[in-house]
């Protein structure tokens, strides 16, 4: 299924601070969950996650600090915190809202406003 | 011989590690070119491209195979780039200033950068102080009967900022010996010639040895690849660049002294002596370094100054020199009798050069004319007028009074400027109406240096004795 580009890019943010909210994460394991939890719906370009990673920690949302990984290399391990933690349950809020009217709208349209149907053939006339 | 080679040649399948590696450092090396692209956001970046490859070449691929593969899902640098400046928009007005100092907490200052800074750092104090080592000797700033310091303020300058350039593009030795050979007898002349210290061929000398020892330090420049045009053109460009820096950071320097002064004032301590013996001649010498240094670290990070300025000031002076072409032909009989006349004429020469020069040389070789390039032309042309109007008003007197040493410099650079700017005119004209490209104009300023480069040396060396030293 194709996810269009606005979709994936206001999803995102939500997205990485779950995952972090399970806890310490870096970059490419981040964007590997995402393909998990998605199922591989969700398409990242991967550069793309350091960006939003940077601008997260700008706003305080998370921390990071540069750790050392199994093979050796150096890594940024990233954090969330308090305000991050704050920021997610806003974005539930909001995207449960979302959801609820979408499902609102398209399930129970036909019950909740009979006259919808009405106004649709008026127009194809 | 031959036996070995094709065994070496078979070895190399074998070597696909090293390519891997070659080809992430590439990568890496290009991320780092982008603005708003930090050495620690490419270790980030460089970390996982690593692991993506890592994982792919576990489930079968070669290690070509996974970079492609792992650079093609990390997407494209332009738009990596850009959400990064984005992100982290104060980066790029910092990267403007410090090109990584060291201890910059976010980004582990690469160290060839670090080595930079105290490399700049050195060689700015050593040349700071060594205007101060004639001071050893008895050379008072303050009293300076023998004019030695008009003499040879330009072999300070020029010599602190091509000691950065031979270090920093790593010229070879054989290119430094000879620069520096040139430029010694050029100063040793200038000091040994038995000036009439009142005269004008001393000041005329110690200008034009100015010139010629900043277009040698321009040879360090071009890492001594001074036949090159575009070479050439990089060096002129990079004049004007350093022309507003060092005059920026005189601008902090002025604010520097005039607190010095005023804050021991308060106190009743007089300190001009220490600003006239150390503060201003140790801070120019090490602002000339600091701004080439400063060209250098910005280069690439944003818009070059003076392009901008000269499109700014182009239709300014266009209007000036046709006001002139009108007056001049009304206050004929008032025309300029003293010999800053011509002075004042070659002036205006030169800066209508150097804004044609400095619009060309930012000017997107592709693009056709515009309206701008018409203005250019107006303001060439006018040029030319003007310098023709005031010539024939004054050949005249000149006979009259005979040739001084001045009037026969600012003659004589006057038909330098004048031959350049008929050419200029004539090329822009062919340029606008579509028949030549831009380049040729290019290539004509470029070509025109060593002439400078001649004239001034002639003026050094010959000019003197001409007239007597006096």
């Known amino acids: 299924m194709y996810i269009p580009k606005d979709l994936v890019a206001a999803s995102a943010a939500p997205m990485v601070l779950g995952l972090l909210a399970e806890g310490e994460s870096y970059g490419y394991a981040i964007i590997k969950s995402v393909r998990e939890v998605s199922g591989g719906e969700i398409e990242w370009t991967d550069g793309l996650l350091y960006p939003l990673l940077h601008r997260l920690e700008a706003d305080g949302q998370v921390e990071s600090a540069w750790g050392v990984a199994e093979n050796g290399r150096r890594r940024k391990y990233y954090r969330i915190t308090p305000r991050g933690r704050g920021a997610l349950d806003d974005h539930r809020e909001q995207w449960r809202a979302v959801a609820a009217a979408l499902g609102t709208a398209w399930g129970d349209a036909r019950r909740l406003t009979p006259h919808l149907p009405v106004v649709q053939e008026g127009f194809a006339t | ?470």
């Open chain 2, 1 to 470: 011989m031959t036996p070995t080679s094709p065994g070496k040649r078979r070895a190399t399948p074998s070597a696909a590690e090293p390519s891997f590696e070659a080809q992430v450092g590439e990568w890496r090396a290009f991320a780092l070119k982008r603005r708003g692209v930090t050495a620690a956001d490419a270790d980030e970046l460089e970390g996982h491209l690593r692991d993506q490859a890592a994982d792919l070449q576990q489930s079968g691929l070669s290690a070509d195979e996974a970079f492609l593969v792992a650079v093609k899902r990390l997407g494209s640098q332009d738009e990596i780039s850009r959400e990064f400046a984005r992100a982290h928009s104060s980066r790029l007005w910092k990267q403007l200033v410090l090109a990584g100092p060291p201890g910059d907490s976010d980004a582990p200052a690469s160290a060839p950068r670090r080595r930079e800074f105290w490399a700049v750092a050195i060689i700015a104090v050593a040349a700071a102080l060594a205007i101060k080592v004639p001071a050893l000797f008895g050379q008072d700033i303050a009293r300076d009967p023998h004019l030695f310091y008009p003499r040879n303020l330009a072999a300070f300058v020029a010599g602190g900022v091509g000691a950065y350039f031979a270090w920093k593009r790593q010229v070879r030795a054989r290119t430094v010996l000879g620069v520096s050979a040139l430029a010694a007898i050029g100063i040793a002349l200038v000091n040994a010639y038995p000036f009439e210290l009142r005269g004008q061929t001393v000041y005329l000398a110690a200008l034009h040895l100015g010139v010629v020892l900043w277009l040698l330090a321009g040879v360090l420049y071009a890492a001594g690849d001074w036949r090159s045009h575009a070479r050439r053109m990089d060096v002129i460009r990079f004049t004007g660049e350093w022309f507003v820096y060092v005059n920026l950071l005189g601008l902090g320097g002025g604010v520097l002294i005039g607190l010095t002064l005023g804050a021991f004032g308060l106190f009743g301590v007089d300190t001009s002596g220490f600003v006239d013996e150390w503060l201003l001649p140790c801070g120019l010498i090490g602002a000339s370094v600091v701004a080439a240094w400063l060209v250098e670290a910005k280069q690439g990070v944003i818009e070059a100054i003076v392009p901008v300025l000269s499109k700014v000031f182009t239709p300014l002076f266009a209007l000036l020199l046709l006001a002139l072409v009108v007056t001049i032909p009304l206050t004929w009989s008032r025309g300029p009798l003293d010999r800053d006349a011509l002075v004042i004429v070659d002036l205006l020469l030169a800066v209508v050069l150097g804004l044609a020069l400095y619009a060309t040389s930012a000017r997107d070789s592709a693009d056709s004319a515009g309206v701008f390039d018409w203005l250019q032309l107006v303001l060439v042309a006018a040029a030319l007028v003007v310098d023709g109007l005031v010539l024939a008003n004054m050949i005249g007197r000149i006979a009259d009074y005979g040739f001084t040493a001045n009037r026969t410099v600012a003659v004589g650079e006057n038909l330098l400027l004048l031959v350049n700017l008929a050419w200029t005119a004539w090329l822009g004209w062919r340029f606008v109406r579509g028949k030549r490209g831009v380049a040729a104009l290019e290539r004509w300023q470029t070509g025109y240096v060593p002439v400078y480069f001649a004239w001034a040396a002639l003026v050094v060396v010959a000019l003197p004795p001409l007239f007597h030293f006096a």
